[in-house]
């Protein structure tokens, strides 16, 4: 019988399990992201340079290609080592965090312009499952250009150079991989944050762009004006950077050290989520 | 068979300040299909004990239980078994009314296909159905309404809590969103609770009403027993000197009030049919200008409650002492 002959029923089935409903939402939300013209122009823009890196990948492991080209210069340059895969890891974390300043804000803003947090919480739904939710989103919207390009380009130079490079080589696995992991767990959990505490999308998505650029500038200032160097250690790039650096077991920069800037960068996250938390409420108590 | 909601000295403090009193109460304990009214004055603590139910707000002391499970010990069984419509306007402004139901219930725990099909259903039973392809944000307050209505009870709740659900309602809608709450509970035996300021609305869909002022629960009634009680109040209105009615009604055991200008409001024991006055008048010389059956509505009960209104003649210790002072809600 058609549904509006029908009438209204009550609901008697079964219910699904509770993470199923914490995933509606992602789902939900992926499907609106993607219907998104400036999302779609990010990701493509954001598959240039791993389609370049890849295309490096493949000179590098066609010796033949330029043999006639140059010497040991060539060589060392034309290496996949621990270099490439930062310079690498820098970009896609550029385009990362551009990412999450356009899909961020409009996860929990609308919610919260809208009120609609107390639909979702007189729900089967915890605080801490609503922001689980959305990090997810995000989350996997940022391996698109993170995580999920640094595996094919490991899996193309595995398929080039044989096992045999992994295996004397599985640190800049390590390194790639959970750098990545690291850099989009930061930044969805700043994006998030600054949606819950901006309404404005638009603005909620400058403002992840500027506690980037803003921390970036406070820590030069720090170092200048206290002729230290441990400013940089409140510089998410830089703090970020040293730790894939230590991961990969590159050379260290000068000023602190990953562990440090690893403490700091923590410290942050954690900062930000207990913002989140306070922020996301079902009904404001006015004191 | 547990009551739909139980609360034992439950005390709620926001900030500083204590909003609710240990209040207690025992609601719906009669059985499934109940609605109970939640009425009280501005700021008398009404959205807080919805809030407290839901797991918004956490009690400072006592309990409180919905169809039997602790509120917060086991917030999440509660709320799979309860919808809840706000007052405010709630929803996800560029959604479609159906992507939107749809949401709300497969995070209540209904299947994908179970979910859409049932966010069609709900929105052809509010009235949104040709307008279900719409986004919510260019629906009017009215369709704003009933959308939130709709994503209350498209999981089949047990309980469903509306928080004054005929807001910003023009005649017509309000009294398809009455039709539509007294349907929940007498065809689909759905419990409300109906938070209101609006008496009539209470009146006309509640079974039982608890009046809360100043944090506290000032009065709880069983609706359907107080209307059969107030068959026997009469307002008379007369003209001539009647001074000597009231000692003339006492004589006829019934016990009467003058609120000035001939006017008496009077009840009238249970044996004394009504043609009596007529004759306790005229064996005073009186011209009765006015002799109504007054039912004793909701309003009087609440203004009484929240001490606006002093208690009605007829009830202990207030024969002759009554003075009625109209107060504004």
């Avoid at chain 1, 010497?71 to 034309?78: A, C, H, K, M, T």
């Avoid at chain 2, 240990?22 to 109970?36: H, P, T, V």
């Avoid at chain 2, 959308?147 to 910003?168: F, S």
Wanted: aromatic share 8%; hydrophobic share 50%.
């Amino acid at each position: 019988m058609a549904v509006y002959k029908r009438g209204y029923q009550r609901y008697e089935g079964g219910r699904t399990s509770h993470w199923n409903r914490i995933l509606v939402m992602p789902r939900f939300s992926w499907q609106r992201l993607m219907g998104m013209k400036v999302t779609i122009v990010v990701l493509a823009v954001s598959m240039v340079w791993p389609l370049m890196c890849a295309a490096f990948i493949y000179v590098a492991n066609h010796a033949e290609l330029w043999q006639g080209l140059g010497g040991g210069g060539l060589s060392n340059f034309l290496s996949i080592d621990g270099r490439f895969f930062e310079v690498f890891m820098n970009a896609q974390a550029v385009f990362a965090t551009i990412l999450a300043a356009i899909a961020g804000p409009g996860l929990i803003a609308p919610d919260l312009a809208n009120n609609a947090l107390p639909l979702y919480f007189s729900r089967p739904l915890t605080r801490s499952d609503y922001i689980l939710s959305r990090l997810i989103v995000l989350l996997g919207m940022l391996s698109l250009v993170t995580l999920a390009p640094a595996l094919l380009l490991f899996v193309m130079q595995v398929g080039l150079a044989g096992w045999d490079w992994l295996a004397g080589h599985w640190i800049y696995a390590w390194g790639v991989f959970g750098g990545f992991a690291l850099w989009i767990a930061l930044v969805s959990v700043v994006a998030m944050a600054c949606s819950a505490y901006v309404k404005w999308r638009v603005i909620a998505g400058a403002l992840v762009l500027g506690f980037f650029t803003v921390l970036s500038g406070a820590a030069s200032m720090i170092n200048a004006v206290f002729r230290v160097d441990w400013g940089r250690a409140i510089n998410p790039a830089m703090a970020m950077n040293q730790i894939w650096r230590t991961m990969m077991a590159m050379e260290p920069l000068d000023g602190p050290t990953a562990v440090e800037c690893a403490v700091v960068m923590c410290s942050m996250g954690v900062v930000l989520l207990l913002a989140l938390s306070r922020k996301l409420r079902p009904v404001e108590v006015v004191k | 068979m547990a009551a739909v909601i139980e609360i034992d000295q439950l005390s709620v403090t926001l900030g500083r300040r204590e909003v609710l009193h240990s209040i207690s109460c025992r609601l719906g304990a009669s059985g499934e299909g109940k609605a109970i009214g939640l009425l009280g004055p501005n700021g008398a603590g009404k959205s807080t004990l919805i809030q407290t139910l839901l797991g918004f707000h956490q009690p400072s002391s006592g309990r409180a239980s919905i169809l039997g499970l602790d509120c917060h010990k086991q917030s999440r069984e509660v709320k799979e078994r309860i919808g809840y419509m706000p007052e405010t306007d709630s929803f996800i402004a560029n959604m479609t009314a159906v992507a939107f139901l749809r949401l709300m219930g497969e995070i209540s725990g209904l299947p994908v296909e179970a979910a859409l099909e049932k966010a069609h259903e709900v929105l052809f039973h509010v009235g949104l159905g040709e307008a279900r392809y719409r986004a919510i944000g260019t629906y009017s307050l009215g369709m704003k309404q009933m959308a939130k209505l709709a994503q209350a009870i498209i999981h089949g709740p047990e309980l469903v809590i509306l928080d004054e659900p005929t807001n910003g309602l023009d005649p017509a809608a309000r009294k398809r969103m009455l039709k539509l709450i007294r349907e929940m509970k007498e065809d689909h035996k759905m419990n409300v609770i109906l938070c209101s300021h609006l008496l009539r609305d209470v009146e006309e869909t509640c079974d039982e009403v608890v009046i809360l002022n100043e944090g506290l629960v000032v009065h709880q009634c069983d609706l359907e027993a107080e209307r059969r009680m107030n068959r026997r109040f009469v307002e008379l209105e007369v003209q001539g000197d009647d001074t000597r009615l009231g000692p003339a009604l006492a004589g006829l055991g019934a016990s009467g009030v003058c609120e000035g200008l001939g006017r008496w409001r009077i009840v009238l024991p249970a044996e004394i049919e009504i043609g009596a006055l007529w004759q306790v008048a005229a064996g005073q010389r009186l011209l009765v200008r006015k002799l109504t059956h007054r039912r004793d509505t909701l309003e009087e009960i609440f203004l009484k409650a929240v001490g606006h209104l002093r208690a009605t003649p007829g009830e202990a210790g207030t024969v002759g002492a009554e003075v009625a002072t109209h107060g504004g809600v």
